[in-house]
Nanobody
Framework: QAHMVESGGGSVQPGGSLRLSCAAS????????VAWYRQTPERQREFVAV???????NYAESVKGRFTISRDNAENTVYLQMNNLSPEDTAIYYC??????????WGQGTQVTVSS
């Protein structure tokens, strides 16, 4: 069973950028869709972006035009490039398979903090 490892989070000022990485051990992403999710104490875990094995992509409305999801199957890694970050993007970011019915175990996530 895949074990997700997220990395790349940090603290940035509004308007800044970060690039998150999601690596899976125990199972290659292969033909599975992989998504990014985020969670704060005030909000339930919410969908951010998904990329299918075909390369088809979908984003949450709140991040369209600012975030870019990509995948490198050879490296078994999925990325999330986040630009023009705002304080509302502050959250712990997680990756997992998509949709919910095929979720595997959750990793530790990576903290993203946007503040001035």
């Amino acid at each position: 069973q895949a074990h997700m490892v997220e990395s790349g989070g940090g603290s940035v000022q509004p308007g800044g950028s970060l690039r998150l990485s999601c690596a899976a051990s125990g199972r290659v992403f292969g033909d599975r869709a992989v998504a990014w999710y985020r969670q704060t104490p005030e909000r339930q875990r919410e969908f951010v972006a998904v990329i299918a094995s075909s390369g088809s992509i979908n984003y949450a409305e709140s991040v369209k035009g600012r975030f870019t999801i990509s995948r490198d199957n050879a490296e078994n890694t999925v990325y999330l490039q986040m630009n023009n970050l705002s304080p509302e993007d502050t959250a712990i970011y997680y990756c997992n398979f998509f949709p919910r019915a095929v979720w595997g175990p959750w990793g530790q996530g990576t903290q993203v903090t946007v503040s001035s």
